[in-house]
């Protein structure tokens, strides 16, 4: 790639050019590319190239994959909570702890999650957790009481708790040491802007007062697991670990406790999404029945809080001062709801990013 001189150009103005003004060609092959001031184009060609992940296709085919699970759950997540309130008559109360009780399921099934990666390998498990979640988010659909929304928050939550191992532990497996980082990073991209265009189209399709729009929405996000179980049996290899690996990398939890540092950014990193979920679950509720604010605008509130994450999630962006201004945004848009309520939609956009920008993706 050269620079071309001003006097190399097919015209040229009389007399010196100021540097703000001054015009270069940046040559590709047969090709070029016109700029104007200094530092545009080379930030530019930066930013294209800093698009390029440098990854194995097999792990970007699953990241793929994994855009296309999360565009269906970005349908239901904004409106899972209205749809056992306000459709199907839940309590507030009971449709929480619904809600709340996949995450503890999950919790619970993890540690179970990896031993069966150990044992089995980490396609066995990620396909088997697709089907689990297919199975459970679409039985959703089936509820109408309290008892029957837990029996499905139950089966989701024992998919999800499959699926975060499995699916880790293969990107891990498939990508080169050195690349680990932009892997888990674009792991994070892909999951957040898939829950944003997700929970956009969602809104586009929800509406209370047709139920069977959100039987739509199940029923779609139920396909969206299996396209990602298709690409998983088909397009991604199984990697499992050597006996030689695995005998050196075995451990207990004993010696994961002890290393007080992990332990340390394992609880802080539970206390942000203690407090950012907590009040990230509740925010289209409330701007549902308290604000009046539509689901296509809850959509759009979803879809600009995902995109500030998509715009954190580089492996430059992990400093400890970043993460510790983190705290400091609960607390500022935690206030902005109330504020908001006079200005309906309008009102909750800005709080949800303000949220969002600095909660754990």
């Not at 590319?33 to 699953?62: E, I, M, N």
């Not at 044992?119 to 459970?136: D, E, K, M, T, Y």
């Amino acid at each position: 790639m050269d620079l071309l001189p001003d006097s190399a150009l097919p015209f040229q103005a009389k007399g010196p050019t100021p540097d703000r003004h001054r015009v270069g060609t940046l040559r590709f092959g047969g090709g070029s590319v016109r700029r104007r001031g200094k530092g545009y184009c080379p930030a530019v060609l930066r930013f294209l190239g800093s698009l390029d992940p440098r990854l194995p296709r097999s792990v970007q085919t699953l990241q793929v994959g994994g855009l296309v699970s999360a565009f269906g759950n970005g349908m239901l997540i904004p409106f899972l909570l209205i749809y056992l309130h306000n459709v199907r008559g839940i309590g507030l109360g009971a449709a929480g702890l619904v809600v709340g009780t996949n995450a503890l399921v999950s919790v619970v099934a993890g540690p179970v999650a990896g031993s069966l990666v150990d044992r089995h390998g980490g396609r066995r498990v990620l396909a088997g957790s697709l089907v689990i979640l297919a199975v459970g988010y679409g039985s959703f659909a089936l509820v109408h009481a309290p008892w029957q929304g837990f029996v499905a928050a139950t089966v989701t939550g024992l998919g999800n708790g499959f699926f975060w191992p499995a699916q880790s532990t293969m990107l891990a497996a498939l990508s080169p040491p050195d690349r680990r980082h932009a892997t888990f990073a674009m792991q994070r991209v892909m999951m957040n802007l898939g829950i944003g265009i997700g929970a956009l189209v969602g809104g586009l399709i929800a509406d209370t007062a047709r139920p069977g729009t959100f039987l739509a929405l199940f029923a779609l996000d139920a396909v969206t697991f299996v396209v990602y179980l298709g690409v998983v049996l088909i397009a991604v290899p199984d990697v499992r670990a050597t006996s030689k690996e695995q005998s050196a990398g075995a451990g207990t939890y004993r010696d994961v406790l002890r290393h007080r540092v992990f332990v340390a950014f394992v609880g802080l990193n539970a206390l942000f999404v203690f407090a950012g979920m907590s009040g990230f679950e509740l925010l289209p509720v409330f701007a549902k029945n308290e604000v009046g604010v539509a689901e296509d605008a809850i959509g759009v509130i979803f879809l600009s809080t995902r995109w500030s994450s998509c715009s954190r999630s580089s492996p430059s962006r992990g400093s400890p001062r970043a993460t510790a201004g983190c705290g400091c945004s609960p607390s500022s848009a935690s206030s902005g709801p109330g504020a908001g309520s006079r200005s309906r939609s309008w009102g909750a956009r800005p709080t949800a990013c303000t949220q969002r920008c600095c909660s754990p993706s």
